[in-house]
Every structure is written in structure tokens, then in C-alpha cells.
């Protein structure tokens, strides 16, 4: 895990998650868990005042958190009740049992995957502060 070797190096990280058991499971050095649907561990999209907050909370943790493995739940809520998991948590079946969502993923590569080439061209090798870890 990368987490593992910044920390290895002396430098503190923190992880953000919206799937809890993932991650208790991962034991990363420390972390905060958003209750929001996956994509979402950073806050709603255009919500940048939401963002904000969720981000200076995650800060916050990084320098409160002392216990290795701990995970800090963040109190926010992604909408007033939790409809929102009856999509993406609990999907709908239809008569035969059969889960009735379709899988809406992105397909998953072994190299890194860019959505720009300028950001191809960022991600520089040599690049001191930047991790690449090696296979």
C-alpha cells in the first residue's frame, strides 16, 4: 500500500473512504470514513463548501489520530434520509432473485490511466515528491 511507504519514509498520510469494511480490512496508518456513496469520498459534486469542510476535517484527523489504524467517522450526511443506499447498497431484484442494476463501473487497468494527456505529461518519473511504486 502506498500509504505504507510514505509512512516508511517519515511522511504521514491519511486515507479517505466511503467503504468502511474495505478499509478496516486494508489497516491503512490512519483514515476517515464518509457514509456517501462510492465516488463520493470527498464530497458532493459542485458542493465546494461541503468539500471544504470535508477536507479541513480530514486534515484535522491526520494530525489528531495516534493510534495506528484508527478510522475517523466524518459526521456528514449525503442527504437528509438514506434512500440513496436502496440504489447502491441494497440493488433492487427482480422476480427470479436476480439483482435487477446494471454494473455501471469504469473498466479497470494495470497502467495508470489519464484524462488528460497533459496529465500524462505531469506525472514524471523523476519527479521527487511524486510515488511510483515498482511491481
Not at 54 to 69: F, H, K, M, W, Y
Not at 85 to 107: H, L, Q, Y
Amino acid at each position: 500500500m502506498i500509504a505504507r511507504l510514505l509512512e516508511a519514509k517519515g511522511i504521514a498520510t491519511i486515507c479517505m473512504s466511503s467503504a468502511y469494511s474495505i478499509t478496516a480490512a486494508v489497516n491503512p496508518p490512519r483514515a476517515v470514513f464518509l457514509d456517501f456513496p462510492l465516488g463520493h469520498t470527498a464530497g458532493k459534486a459542485d458542493d465546494l463548501a461541503g468539500q471544504r469542510h470535508i477536507l479541513i476535517d480530514t486534515l484535522r484527523a491526520l494530525e489528531t489520530i495516534n493510534v495506528p489504524g484508527t478510522i475517523v467517522p466524518l459526521p456528514y450526511r449525503f442527504s437528509d434520509d438514506e434512500t440513496w443506499k436502496d440504489t447502491a447498497m441494497r440493488p433492487r431484484k427482480d422476480s427470479g432473485g436476480r439483482k435487477v442494476t446494471a454494473d455501471d463501473r469504469t473498466e479497470r487497468f494495470d497502467t495508470p490511466q489519464y484524462q488528460y494527456d497533459a496529465d500524462r505529461d505531469d506525472a514524471d518519473p523523476a519527479c521527487p515528491s511524486c510515488v511510483f511504486p515498482e511491481a
